[in-house]
């Protein structure tokens, strides 16, 4: 079993910048594929970004790519999703995920374990 706990969500001004935490308890967290997932208000869930325990490879959504950059400490069984350059378009909950070997790492029915979610809202 495994534990996420995202956190660092808020309101923030377009253009402006937040990074939100991940934190993982349970299982050896370096097996996991860590994921980022977002779900805009009466929209489906959506892939953000993705990174694997290795950290040697990480893929973004077009949407974000540029702007967004995911990242894992091990040591910490943490990872991290920077947002920068923020558009009101990005105002969604945030979900933290992880799964040992997903078949589609972009799609949300092949994670075994989610986060509670953080809010984020970009507006001025």
């Known amino acids: 079993q495994v534990r996420l706990v995202e956190s660092g969500g808020g309101l923030v001004l377009p253009g402006g910048s937040l990074r939100l935490s991940c934190a993982a308890s349970g299982r050896t967290f370096t097996r996991y594929r860590m994921t980022w997932f977002r779900q805009p208000p009466g929209k489906r869930r959506d892939f953000v970004a993705t990174?694997?325990?290795?950290?040697?490879?990480?893929y973004y959504a077009d949407s974000v790519k540029g702007r967004f950059t995911i990242s894992r400490d091990n040591a910490k069984n943490t990872v991290y999703l920077q947002m920068n350059t923020l558009r009101p378009e990005d105002t969604a909950v945030y979900y933290c995920?992880?799964?040992?070997?997903?078949?589609?790492?972009?799609?949300?029915?092949?994670?075994?374990?989610w986060g509670q979610g953080t809010r984020v809202t970009v507006s001025s």
């Open positions: 990174i694997t325990w290795s950290e040697s490879s990480a």
């Open positions: 995920a992880a799964a040992e070997n997903p078949g589609r790492y972009d799609y949300y029915a092949s994670y075994d374990y």
